[in-house]
C-alpha cells in the first residue's frame, strides 16, 4: 500500500460526458502528479499541482482539467469524453519540498479505469 | 525532448533464468533514472533508482548501473521468480523549472514459467 488513494476504481461513462478522479496524496505529501496510461499512448505525465498551485504541464488536453485543494486532496476532470479518453489515470505524490534534486521517489496510487462507450 | 526506450516485449523465461531487460534513454544533463514494476492491477511501484553515473541500484535482486556513456540503465537479475512476473517500466526525471515528471518508456511484460 503506497498511502495514495484513488477513487473511484472503477468508471464506466457514455461519449460527450463529464467525469471526477479524485486523489488523496500520501500524508505530508505536497506535490501531486497525474498520469495517463492507455494502450497506444504508454504512460504519460499530464500535470502536476504543488501545495495548492499548478507546477508543471505534460500531454494534457484543453478539455481535461485538475485542482488541487487546501488539504492538497487533488482532482482530475475530465469533459467532452472521447472513445480515446479510455484509459487507467494514475496519480502519484511525492514530498516535493522544493529540493534542487529531481530524485524525489513518487509514490502511486492503484488508478482508476475510465471506460469511454 | 527527453525519451526512454525499452526493449519491446513479452519477455518469457523459465524460473531461475537470468534477466536482462534493456533500456537506453535521451535527454540533457544529467537525468535520474528509475525502474518501476507494475503486478497486475495494481499501480506503479519503484523497484530502484541511480542519481548519477556509475551509481548502481538495487533492490530484490535485481541491479541497474547509470551508464552515462552509452546513456543506458538496463535492469538485470541473476535468477527470476514466478512472483516477478509484471510490467517493468524505465523512467527518467530531470529538474527542471521544478518539473520533476517522470518520463516513461513503454514497458516490457514479463512472464515467468515455472
Known amino acids: 500500500d503506497s498511502g495514495v488513494t484513488q477513487t473511484p476504481k472503477h468508471l464506466i461513462t457514455a461519449t460527450g460526458q463529464r467525469v471526477t478522479l479524485r486523489c488523496s496524496p500520501r500524508?505530508?505529501?505536497?506535490?501531486v502528479y497525474w498520469y495517463q496510461q492507455s494502450l497506444d499512448q504508454g504512460l504519460q505525465f499530464l500535470i502536476q499541482y504543488y501545495n495548492g498551485e499548478e507546477r508543471a504541464k505534460g500531454n494534457i488536453l484543453e478539455r481535461f482539467s485538475a485542482q488541487q485543494f487546501p488539504d492538497l486532496h487533488s482532482e482530475l476532470n475530465l469533459s467532452s469524453l472521447e472513445l480515446g479518453d479510455s484509459a487507467l489515470y494514475f496519480c502519484?505524490?511525492?514530498?516535493?519540498?522544493?529540493?534542487?534534486?529531481?530524485?524525489?521517489?513518487?509514490?502511486f496510487g492503484p488508478g482508476t479505469r475510465l471506460t469511454v462507450l | 525532448g527527453d525519451s526512454v526506450t525499452q526493449m519491446e516485449g513479452p519477455v518469457t523465461l523459465s524460473e531461475e533464468a537470468f534477466l536482462t531487460i534493456n533500456c537506453t534513454y535521451t535527454?540533457?544533463?544529467?537525468?535520474?533514472l528509475f525502474w518501476y514494476v507494475q503486478y497486475p492491477g495494481e499501480g506503479l511501484q519503484l523497484l530502484l533508482k541511480a542519481t548519477k553515473a556509475d551509481d548502481k541500484g538495487s533492490n530484490k535482486g535485481f541491479e541497474a548501473t547509470y551508464r552515462k556513456e552509452t546513456t543506458s540503465f538496463h535492469l538485470e537479475k541473476g535468477s527470476v521468480q514466478v512472483s516477478d512476473s509484471a510490467v517493468y517500466f524505465c523512467a527518467l526525471s530531470r529538474s527542471v523549472t521544478g518539473r520533476r515528471a517522470l518520463t516513461f518508456g513503454s514497458g516490457t511484460r514479463l512472464q515467468v514459467q515455472p
Open positions: 502519484a505524490s511525492t514530498t516535493g519540498q522544493g529540493l534542487p534534486s529531481s530524485y524525489n521517489e513518487q509514490f
Open positions: 535527454a540533457t544533463g544529467y537525468p535520474s
Open positions: 500524508s505530508g505529501d505536497l506535490s
